[in-house]
């Protein structure tokens, strides 16, 4: 089973950050954790992920506290497409090693007009 | 930009028949995997593909479901004698593998419908 909490559903008014809280408190220290979305029964996208540090790409930003028992995934400028349910996965990933990803229900994100 | 390729985008066929969804995963990826999604709910892990034979399976992957990659670039989802419940969604994906922490990409999907 998952082993990330999310709530069910937010709002977020158009071109205003989006801040999606994920709670993953039994992480392992070799897990990461990985986000992805989808937009209404299309495939599952890649959004970001991170061990520990916080990171950025031209999508999102990840941050992860300290402890690593929790995360944000920040939407910085949320447009209308970014309607989609989001899902914070928590999972060991290398190269000799495959884990295969666990979904959870997600969030789902309502980008308000 | 490389993307995984599914086809047929929708199927229909009539319960018992056996029906081959295809996948054209990202050409230096190593992992591959079918889920699927059935409507409403979770997307579901089925299956993982390795070196050419599966590295692990779920509950739902039964004797009914196979998977093959028959000519290197292909990979393949077999269901035998399909069933009103197989009626789903059903996504491939692929995974480079070549080092840490690297994403899986996700297909645009395939919807089953059994009738």
């Known amino acids: 089973d998952a082993k990330t909490t999310q709530p069910t559903s937010m709002d977020c008014a158009e071109g205003r950050a989006a801040n999606l809280p994920c709670n993953h408190s039994?992480?392992?220290?070799?897990?990461?954790v990985y986000w992805y979305r989808q937009i209404h029964s299309q495939g599952p996208q890649y959004i970001i992920h991170g061990l520990k540090n916080n990171e950025t790409n031209e999508m999102a930003s990840l941050i992860i506290t300290e402890d690593r028992k929790s995360s944000t995934l920040i939407l910085p400028h949320a447009t209308l497409r970014d309607t989609a349910v989001y899902y914070c996965?928590?999972?060991?990933?290398?190269?000799?090693?495959?884990?295969?990803?666990?979904f959870g229900k997600g969030t789902r994100l309502h980008i308000l007009p | 930009e490389p993307e995984v390729t599914q086809t047929p985008s929708h199927q229909v066929t009539q319960m018992g028949q056996e029906v081959i969804l295809r996948c054209v995963p990202i050409?230096?990826?190593?992992?591959f995997y079918w889920y699927r999604q059935i409507l409403g709910q979770k997307v579901e892990f089925l299956v993982s593909?390795?070196?050419?034979?599966?590295?692990?399976k779920s509950e739902i992957f039964d004797d009914q479901f196979s998977v093959e990659r028959p000519d290197g670039s292909n990979f393949t989802l077999k269901i035998r004698s399909t069933k009103l419940e197989d009626s789903a969604m059903y996504f491939c994906a692929s995974r480079e593998g070549q080092g840490w922490g690297t994403e899986a990409f996700f297909g645009q999907g395939t919807r089953l419908t059994v009738v």
């Open positions: 039994t992480i392992s220290g070799n897990e990461y």
């Open positions: 996965i928590v999972r060991v990933a290398n190269r000799n090693r495959d884990d295969k990803i666990i």
């Open positions: 050409s230096n990826h190593l992992y």
């Open positions: 593909f390795y070196n050419n034979e599966i590295s692990e």
